[in-house]
């Protein structure tokens, strides 16, 4: 079953604005990370952060998670057309048996409109 | 600087042959996963390996097999594609399972005549 569940599916924006993506899950986790995966490469880390972190910031991006709402959020500032990309979130589940692995949420959809 | 390697990039194969995708990494990382991609959907593990430690993943299909001579190499074999097994395949490593970042490869697009 699918862990997390990005919001939107699809967002295009103009250059230059600022572009929100959300992320919910299920279960409690350890660490939830994000991606990014432009159209048919491989995906690249952006972001992790961890289960008592409630706020990450790198270059042009901010991430937020409130465990209380199992919700995260992927802020993109000033965006740049290089920034069209799907965008995915990865959440580690709390496992006894230390063996857990990341299960990826359906992502999003960014077109930035030059 | 490549750090983890996919070959081919594209792989076209008939219906019923069997077919091998590569992944090497020059990372030293000790666990190698094999996802599939279908288009517009979130990566699925297939299996994972840590060291020579074996994962398979409860849904993966028996079609779907998978070696790792060494730390540096692991490879993906599919029996008997059917159709169904056209998507994008992602090998991705990391230091350790839990609490670590992966580092993908580009992907090997599998087609299926």
């Known amino acids: 079953s699918q862990q997390g569940e990005e919001d939107p599916q699809a967002l295009s924006i103009q250059e230059g604005e600022n572009a929100t993506m959300n992320c919910s899950y299920k279960t409690s986790i350890n660490n939830l990370q994000w991606y990014r995966q432009n159209s048919g490469r491989g995906l690249v880390h952006l972001i992790l952060?961890?289960?008592?972190?409630r706020e990450k910031h790198s270059g042009r991006l901010r991430v937020t998670l409130d465990t209380s709402k199992k919700s995260s959020s992927l802020l993109i500032t000033a965006s740049r057309a290089a920034d069209t990309a799907s965008y995915f979130c990865a959440t580690e589940r709390l496992s006894n048996f230390g063996n857990e692995k990341l299960t990826f949420g359906t992502g999003t959809r960014l077109t930035i409109i030059p | 600087d490549a750090m983890v390697i996919q070959n081919p990039r594209y792989q076209v194969t008939q219906f019923g042959k069997p077919v091998t995708l590569s992944c090497s990494q020059t990372?030293?990382?000790?666990?190698m996963y094999w996802y599939q991609q279908k288009s517009s959907q979130a990566p699925k593990l297939l299996f994972h390996?840590?060291?020579?430690?074996?994962?398979n993943e409860a849904d993966t299909p028996d079609n779907f097999q998978s070696r790792r001579p060494n730390t540096s190499f692991c490879f993906l074999d599919i029996r008997s594609p059917g159709l169904g097994d056209a998507a994008m395949y992602l090998c991705?490593?990391?230091?350790?399972?839990?609490?670590?970042?992966?580092?993908f490869g580009p992907g090997t697009r599998l087609t299926v005549t």
């Open positions: 991705a490593t990391s230091r350790t399972v839990t609490g670590a970042v992966q580092y």
């Open positions: 952060i961890r289960s008592n972190e």
């Open positions: 390996y840590y060291d020579k430690d074996f994962n």
């Open positions: 990372l030293n990382h000790n666990v």
